[in-house]
């Protein structure tokens, strides 16, 4: 009974005792004597009192709740009351089929302040917590990598869960209507409620404590010789296990992610080993896999498979023996994210890498345009590629836009199949498979200030690419697509169609600086790997090695970049390991550098053009393949003169065998090797009356190999010059076209106009040759002679046949007149006379008046003949070009007045 508390109301015990109602009465009606003492509290109290610092405390931790959505649970979902919404990342939306997404403006600015362009909103998602359904508007956003909390709940869900969160005693409760629920942090991973995950309880705390004391002795040497070997191994790796796995709020597998026909999971098997198998089993599964439709490939071209039941396909090398085969599969199997098969698939470049700007010149007006019309045909190509978009979150639905474009139809080409010309051969090409939507920018475009990012040369890029064994030729999936335009920017890629006004979020076809855009992105992305082993135009990626192993070890490197930095390829457009290919127009191999039979054989089909636009067309054709045609500029020429301004179109029988002799050149264009910068090169000149022409190349195995063909048309100046000024331009023009390979070589010029070799010697001249030799001195030059029988490689423009290398002597050896006999000759209807002279004594003065003076009594220009004059005018215009002594004039003056000729 001592034990026994009675807990009773104060005004009851008043009522019940007496003795209480005679102590309460005298308390109220007389003063209590204070008597001092002492009293003991807690620290709390103490605190109060004092008006001390309050206590500190530790971090509760996050706040965090398991929830589902549908039959996906959610462990640790995220409530953040720093978030103005609710954040679901977009792979966790594509799990629960949840892939309309509504249009947003949103902008997500980060704590780092970078900027995240979200890819649609989610309406009204059902979120279970406890027994209770919370509707829930999510933004959703393509991550780089996974969070750890799948979701976030912001502010908006905490208000409509009715949420209190008690910091300090680390609990969060949720007031739904009459439903209350409490949540404290410290309890909610003891009881693991979410299917397909386990947590570890707190019991492993007990049981790593436990360990740990019994590893712990003051003296080491105690625990030496009490504790074995073994024991001492045994216990270190058990409380090593249990710190690894203390962590309860970490997740530690997805058993759902496991297949159930592979052996049991261990606890005891670390996380990312886990979560690999199961990315194993699901990306490449066959259930996911796209319906693709195959086509014809090319010869040396096959397709394998890389995932199950023969799905997703890559296109591959038909030569590899079976262990590349099997090497370069499991390779490509480590880079599913690499490889795009569907629209889905594109996660989109960071928008810290590159973002798309588009702006504008200063008081530009804007242009809203009104739609087009389109057929019924074109009209379910644009609404099939509308909704493809929507679906991918690459636009979105805009009302109000101060530029509006129309959309435009076009036909789209497909991957490299076959195609059987008329001599039956199967021509590799890529046909038109479709039709595909483009939007007419125009308007836009003449506003915009330009962007002058430089692009790579190809013809420089191809010498690069060329006489490698193996190939892998790379191309990006919609690559434009892969590009966010800036928020501020994509209301003006606003464009209208029969179903609607859209915005683009991802960088569209048809803008004027999306190609500089999009270089300069991936010149940021492989720039340290572009002209080592890789070459980047445009979306066209080149990746080569010396060997198979090289090669693969290199598409390694490109495919780790690209799931890096989220670059998607194309696989119908990827072709690995292969032993030759197309690049921009040109086929490389081993071998060197060849034209495309596919563009060729449509210029052969070509009949001879009608009018000067079809012309037009058919040299700029033939104009990109002028490097493999020899002469090109002077075989062309009757066809580029009806080009000319108010010359009448007739297609003569001269501009119709140059037509077809440029066909049949294409046909036979040799195969051009890339140059080898340790050898010497030789530039083979050549000029003809109309035209010049040169030809780059180099020695090997005493084989001269073109590099380049070189020709162009002279002008009406330049027709008249002197047949040595013709060749010397001839080999100025070769050095301008061949610079960038030529300097800092040596090089061997062959021409078969020796008065060059002699040329870049002389220091009197005239000022056109005095200003093209110091030209060239700035190169390693050395001239040889070859007979112009010999030098039919420099397009075979020489007109003149040299047998001996004898040089021409332009400067008088001597300056004086020897007499052959005396007296008066009369040859030809002339006469002359002849004096004797005796060397430099002779006055020249005297003797040329004597001359003169002959003339001026003998002459008559009646009985000149007229060969003799022809004769005499050139023999005074050389006087004169010379001018062997100053009072020589006077001599041809007289003359000319003699025979009535104007000077």
Same mark, same amino acid.
């Given at each position: 009974?001592?034990?026994?508390?009675? =807990?009773?109301?104060?005004?009851?015990?008043?009522?019940?005792?007496?003795?209480?109602?005679?102590?309460?009465?005298?308390?109220?009606?007389?003063? @209590?004597?204070?008597?001092?003492?002492?009293?003991?509290?807690?620290?709390?109290?103490?605190?109060?009192?004092? +008006?001390?610092?309050?206590?500190?405390?530790?971090?509760?931790?996050?706040?965090?709740?398991?929830?589902?959505?549908?039959? /996906?649970?959610?462990?640790?979902?995220?409530?953040? @009351?720093?978030? $103005?919404?609710?954040?679901?990342?977009?792979?966790?939306?594509?799990?629960?089929?949840?892939?309309?997404?509504?249009?947003?403006?949103?902008?997500?600015?980060?704590?780092?302040?970078?900027?995240?362009?979200?890819?649609?909103?989610?309406?009204? %998602?059902?979120?279970?917590?406890?027994?209770?359904?919370?509707?829930?508007?999510?933004?959703?956003?393509?991550?780089?990598? =996974?969070?750890?909390?799948?979701?976030?709940?912001?502010?908006?869900?905490?208000?409509?869960?009715?949420?209190?969160?008690?910091?300090?005693?680390?609990? #969060?409760?949720?007031?739904?209507?009459?439903?209350?629920?409490?949540?404290?942090? +410290?309890?909610?991973?003891?009881?693991?409620?979410?299917?397909?995950?386990?947590?570890?309880?707190?019991?492993?705390?007990?049981?790593?404590?436990?360990?740990?004391?019994?590893?712990?002795?003051?003296?080491?040497?105690?625990?030496?010789?009490?504790?074995?070997?073994?024991?001492?191994?045994?216990?270190?790796?058990?409380?090593?296990?249990?710190?690894?796995?203390?962590?309860?709020?970490?997740?530690?597998?997805?058993?759902?992610?496991?297949?159930?026909?592979?052996?049991?999971?261990?606890?005891?098997?670390?996380?990312?080993?886990?979560?690999?198998?199961?990315?194993?089993?699901?990306?490449?599964?066959?259930?996911?896999?796209?319906?693709?439709?195959?086509?014809?490939?090319?010869?040396?071209?096959?397709?394998?498979?890389?995932?199950?039941?023969?799905?997703?396909?890559?296109?591959?090398?038909?030569?590899?023996?079976?262990?590349?085969?099997?090497?370069?599969?499991?390779?490509?199997?480590? *880079?599913?994210?690499?490889?795009?098969?569907?629209?889905?698939?594109?996660?989109?470049?960071?928008?810290?890498?590159?973002?798309?700007?588009?702006?504008?010149?200063?008081?530009?007006?804007?242009?809203?345009?009104?739609?087009?019309?389109?057929?019924?045909?074109?009209?379910?190509?644009?609404?099939?590629?509308?909704?493809?978009?929507? /679906?991918?979150?690459?636009?979105?639905?805009?009302?109000?836009?101060?530029?509006?474009?129309?959309?435009?139809?076009?036909?789209?080409?497909?991957?490299?199949?076959?195609?059987?010309?008329?001599?039956? =051969?199967?021509?590799?090409?890529?046909?038109?498979?479709?039709?595909?939507?483009?939007?007419?920018?125009?308007?836009?475009?003449?506003?915009?200030?330009?962007?002058?990012?430089?692009?790579?040369?190809?013809? &420089?890029?191809?010498?690069?690419?060329?006489?490698?064994?193996?190939?892998?030729? @790379?191309?990006?999936?919609?690559?434009?697509?892969? #590009?966010?335009?800036?928020?501020?920017?994509?209301?003006?890629?606003?464009?209208?169609?029969?179903?609607?006004?859209?915005?683009?979020?991802?960088?569209?076809?048809?803008?004027?600086?999306?190609?500089?855009?999009?270089?300069?992105?991936?010149?940021?992305?492989?720039?340290?790997? #572009?002209?080592?082993?890789?070459?980047?135009?445009?979306?066209?990626?080149?990746?080569?090695?010396?060997?198979?192993?090289?090669?693969?070890?290199?598409?390694?490197?490109?495919?780790?970049?690209?799931?890096?930095?989220?670059?998607?390829?194309?696989?119908?457009?990827?072709?690995?390991?292969?032993?030759?290919?197309?690049?921009?127009?040109?086929? @490389?191999?081993?071998?060197?550098?060849?034209?495309?039979?596919?563009?060729?054989?449509?210029?052969?089909?070509?009949?001879?053009? $009608?009018?000067?636009?079809?012309?037009?067309?058919?040299?700029?054709?033939?104009?990109?393949?002028?490097?493999?045609?020899?002469?090109?500029?002077?075989?062309?020429?009757?066809?580029?003169?009806?080009?000319?301004?108010?010359?009448? *179109?007739?297609?003569?029988?001269?501009?119709?065998?140059?037509?077809?002799?440029?066909?049949?050149?294409?046909?036979?264009?040799?195969?051009?090797?890339?140059?080898?910068?340790?050898?010497?090169?030789?530039?083979?000149?050549?000029?003809?009356?109309?035209?010049?022409?040169?030809?780059?190349?180099?020695?090997?195995?005493?084989?001269?190999?073109?590099?380049?063909?070189? $020709?162009?048309?002279?002008?009406?100046?330049?027709?008249?010059?002197?047949?040595?000024?013709?060749?010397?331009?001839?080999?100025?023009?070769?050095?301008?076209?061949?610079?960038?390979?030529?300097?800092?070589?040596?090089?061997?010029?062959?021409?078969?106009?020796?008065?060059?070799?002699?040329?870049?010697?002389?220091?009197?001249?005239?000022?056109?040759?005095?200003?093209?030799?110091?030209?060239? &001195?700035?190169?390693?030059?050395?001239?040889?002679?070859?007979?112009?029988?010999?030098?039919? %490689?420099?397009?075979?423009?020489?007109? #003149?046949?040299? =047998?001996?290398?004898?040089?021409?002597?332009?400067?008088?050896?001597?300056?004086? %007149?020897?007499?052959?006999?005396?007296?008066?000759?009369?040859?030809?209807?002339?006469?002359?006379?002849?004096?004797?002279?005796?060397?430099?004594?002779?006055?020249?003065?005297?003797?040329?008046? $004597?001359?003169?003076?002959?003339?001026?009594?003998?002459?008559?220009?009646?009985?000149?003949?007229?060969?003799?004059?022809?004769?005499?005018?050139?023999?005074?215009?050389?006087?004169?070009?010379?001018?062997?002594?100053?009072?020589?004039?006077?001599?041809?003056?007289?003359?000319?007045?003699?025979?009535?000729?104007?000077?």
């Amino acid at each position: 009974m001592d034990r026994l508390i009675i =807990e009773l109301p104060l005004i009851d015990a008043i009522k019940k005792s007496p003795v209480i109602k005679r102590y309460v009465k005298r308390m109220v009606t007389t003063d @209590l004597n204070v008597e001092q003492g002492a009293m003991m509290i807690i620290s709390q109290v103490s605190a109060v009192i004092q +008006n001390k610092i309050p206590e500190k405390l530790p971090d509760p931790g996050s706040f965090v709740l398991d929830c589902s959505v549908f039959d /996906e649970k959610f462990g640790r979902s995220l409530c953040d @009351l720093g978030f $103005s919404v609710s954040l679901m990342p977009r792979s966790v939306a594509s799990e629960l089929g949840m892939t309309d997404l509504q249009p947003t403006r949103i902008i997500l600015i980060l704590a780092d302040r970078s900027v995240r362009i979200l890819d649609g909103v989610l309406e009204d %998602v059902p979120v279970k917590i406890g027994g209770c359904l919370i509707p829930t508007d999510f933004v959703v956003l393509s991550y780089e990598e =996974e969070p750890k909390d799948p979701l976030i709940l912001g502010r908006p869900f905490l208000a409509t869960a009715g949420a209190m969160i008690d910091v300090k005693n680390g609990s #969060i409760g949720l007031n739904v209507g009459d439903l209350v629920m409490n949540f404290e942090m +410290n309890k909610l991973m003891q009881r693991p409620m979410i299917d397909g995950q386990t947590f570890y309880l707190e019991t492993l705390s007990d049981l790593a404590k436990e360990s740990l004391m019994e590893m712990q002795y003051n003296d080491p040497l105690e625990r030496a010789l009490i504790t074995s070997v073994d024991e001492a191994e045994h216990l270190d790796n058990t409380a090593g296990g249990y710190v690894m796995l203390m962590d309860a709020g970490k997740q530690v597998m997805h058993i759902s992610g496991v297949d159930r026909h592979q052996p049991p999971v261990s606890i005891d098997t670390p996380r990312d080993t886990t979560e690999k198998r199961a990315a194993k089993v699901t990306e490449w599964s066959a259930e996911r896999a796209p319906k693709i439709e195959l086509k014809q490939l090319p010869a040396g071209l096959r397709y394998a498979f890389l995932g199950e039941n023969n799905s997703y396909h890559v296109i591959i090398n038909a030569s590899l023996n079976n262990a590349e085969l099997t090497l370069l599969l499991s390779k490509l199997r480590k *880079f599913r994210k690499a490889l795009g098969y569907s629209l889905d698939d594109i996660a989109g470049i960071s928008p810290d890498l590159c973002m798309h700007r588009i702006h504008l010149d200063d008081e530009t007006k804007s242009s809203i345009e009104h739609r087009r019309r389109l057929n019924p045909n074109l009209k379910d190509v644009v609404k099939k590629e509308i909704m493809k978009l929507l /679906e991918a979150g690459i636009i979105y639905r805009i009302s109000d836009s101060d530029w509006v474009s129309p959309v435009h139809v076009v036909p789209k080409k497909g991957g490299v199949t076959v195609v059987q010309n008329e001599k039956n =051969e199967l021509i590799p090409t890529r046909t038109v498979t479709g039709h595909q939507m483009c939007i007419d920018y125009r308007k836009l475009n003449a506003a915009t200030r330009k962007d002058h990012f430089p692009f790579p040369f190809i013809d &420089q890029m191809l010498e690069r690419l060329a006489s490698h064994p193996y190939y892998c030729f @790379l191309d990006g999936y919609s690559g434009f697509f892969q #590009i966010p335009i800036h928020p501020d920017d994509q209301e003006k890629t606003s464009f209208t169609c029969p179903y609607g006004t859209f915005a683009y979020r991802r960088m569209p076809f048809g803008l004027c600086n999306a190609p500089a855009t999009f270089q300069r992105c991936m010149m940021s992305i492989f720039t340290d790997m #572009i002209e080592d082993f890789m070459e980047v135009f445009m979306d066209d990626f080149s990746v080569y090695g010396s060997s198979f192993k090289d090669d693969l070890d290199n598409l390694c490197r490109v495919l780790a970049r690209c799931e890096e930095k989220h670059l998607v390829l194309n696989w119908e457009k990827c072709h690995f390991m292969v032993r030759d290919g197309i690049v921009l127009g040109h086929k @490389l191999s081993d071998a060197g550098i060849e034209v495309d039979k596919a563009k060729i054989e449509v210029m052969i089909n070509m009949h001879p053009p $009608s009018n000067v636009k079809a012309l037009r067309s058919f040299l700029g054709h033939a104009g990109f393949y002028r490097r493999f045609i020899k002469d090109f500029s002077k075989t062309a020429r009757p066809l580029t003169a009806l080009l000319c301004k108010d010359v009448t *179109f007739e297609f003569g029988n001269d501009c119709l065998n140059a037509f077809q002799k440029i066909k049949s050149a294409l046909v036979s264009a040799p195969i051009m090797q890339p140059p080898d910068w340790a050898l010497p090169f030789e530039v083979m000149c050549d000029a003809s009356d109309f035209t010049v022409g040169a030809v780059l190349g180099q020695r090997k195995d005493k084989k001269l190999h073109a590099i380049y063909y070189a $020709s162009r048309t002279l002008d009406d100046a330049q027709k008249n010059y002197a047949t040595t000024e013709k060749e010397l331009l001839d080999v100025v023009f070769a050095f301008e076209k061949f610079r960038p390979s030529l300097v800092g070589s040596k090089v061997v010029v062959h021409t078969d106009h020796s008065a060059l070799k002699y040329l870049m010697q002389k220091k009197d001249s005239k000022p056109r040759l005095l200003r093209w030799i110091l030209l060239l &001195q700035e190169f390693d030059i050395e001239v040889r002679d070859k007979k112009g029988s010999e030098n039919g %490689v420099a397009d075979h423009l020489s007109r #003149i046949r040299i =047998e001996d290398d004898v040089p021409i002597n332009d400067s008088l050896p001597e300056e004086h %007149v020897y007499f052959v006999e005396t007296g008066i000759r009369d040859d030809y209807g002339a006469k002359f006379q002849v004096c004797r002279t005796s060397g430099p004594s002779v006055d020249r003065h005297h003797s040329l008046a $004597s001359i003169n003076t002959q003339f001026s009594k003998e002459v008559s220009i009646d009985t000149i003949h007229p060969t003799v004059l022809v004769w005499l005018i050139l023999i005074l215009l050389l006087l004169l070009r010379f001018r062997i002594d100053p009072g020589l004039p006077i001599l041809p003056i007289t003359l000319l007045r003699r025979l009535n000729l104007m000077i």
